[in-house]
């Protein structure tokens, strides 16, 4: 009809393996709706195409050739994806992985907001938590995302331990130069970390429905501590639920799922969504 303007539009993939219970693309979809755009999102998904992490070349190109406006990263391309774009946002080099692409004028911009996805939910549910000393379990995919939170936070002195020595070396060596000397190392002494902590966070997947279990004995728990998550299937992990019967404060992993998403969103469009669409969205979408 004559008059009448189109709402702005923006198509917007996911490119992962595994990704067919992605809770993301209904996300950005029912925020999109509630601010008036037209949004389509496609899934991109490696493992029912039977590609493997060599095809995101391809991918990536037709995407930049087909008009996408935006691309969510996830396993196993965060890091693969590196050298196929033209820029990184400052949080994306420093983490040296991206979850999120900008795609303006045929340029693609790497950025991080799987960090800020972290934060956000911790300011919001953990208001007051004492940041003194903190000890993180992972230092896996997600697990720089986490530290940098942590750090941007305002964590005095935080300690990575993981099982794979190394691979907490590398995060605390990556990181350790943006922040300043002496709040950031690698812990191996597990009883001796948590009981000078005010506080611990789980960036491992021990804890999802098929890695059963805790990141560290509950016996280990105690009142005043506060135990963060970044587990979302389930939203109540073993490693929770022993906290909160001990009375410690907690905050689960799908805020950072939805926080991590609004980021993303703003990114690619320019508004900053209602975080409420998302978390009823991520809710009603069930365990």
């Known amino acids: 009809m004559l008059g009448v303007h189109p709402k702005p539009s923006f198509l917007v993939g996911l490119i992962g393996s595994g990704i067919a219970a992605s809770r993301t693309p209904p996300m950005h979809e029912a925020a999109a709706d509630d601010a008036g755009l037209r949004y389509l999102y496609k899934k991109i998904d490696l493992a029912e195409l039977k590609l493997g992490v060599e095809a995101l070349p391809e991918l990536v190109t037709a995407a930049r050739r087909m008009g996408f406006d935006g691309l969510n990263v996830t396993h196993p391309c965060k ?68 530290t940098f939170a942590l750090m941007k936070l305002g964590v005095q002195d935080l300690t990575i331990i993981d099982v794979d020595l190394g691979r907490a070396r590398s995060v605390v060596d990556g990181l350790s130069a943006r922040f300043e000397k002496g709040r950031l190392k690698v812990g191996q002494d597990v009883a001796a970390a948590v009981a000078a902590a005010d506080g611990i966070v789980n960036a491992t997947p021990v804890g999802m429905d098929k890695y059963p279990g805790t990141p560290l004995p509950t016996a280990l728990l105690r009142p005043g501590l506060w135990v963060a998550e970044i587990i979302y299937f389930p939203l109540e992990t073993a490693l929770l639920r022993a906290a909160r019967a001990l009375g410690c404060r907690t905050v689960d992993g799908g805020g950072m799922a939805v926080f991590q998403g609004t980021e993303a969103f703003r990114l690619f469009t320019g508004i900053s969504p209602d975080p409420d669409v998302f978390f009823t969205t991520f809710a009603s979408l069930g365990g």
Do not use: C, K, Y
């Open 79 to 146: 890091q693969a994806i590196l050298p196929l774009l033209d820029e990184l946002s400052p949080d994306a080099e420093a983490l040296g992985a991206v979850n999120t692409v900008v795609i303006r004028n045929g340029r693609m911009t790497g950025h991080n907001t799987d960090w800020f996805g972290f934060a956000e939910n911790f300011r919001r549910n953990m208001q007051g938590a004492p940041l003194g000393r903190v000890v993180q379990f992972g230092a896996g995919g997600a697990g720089a995302a986490v």
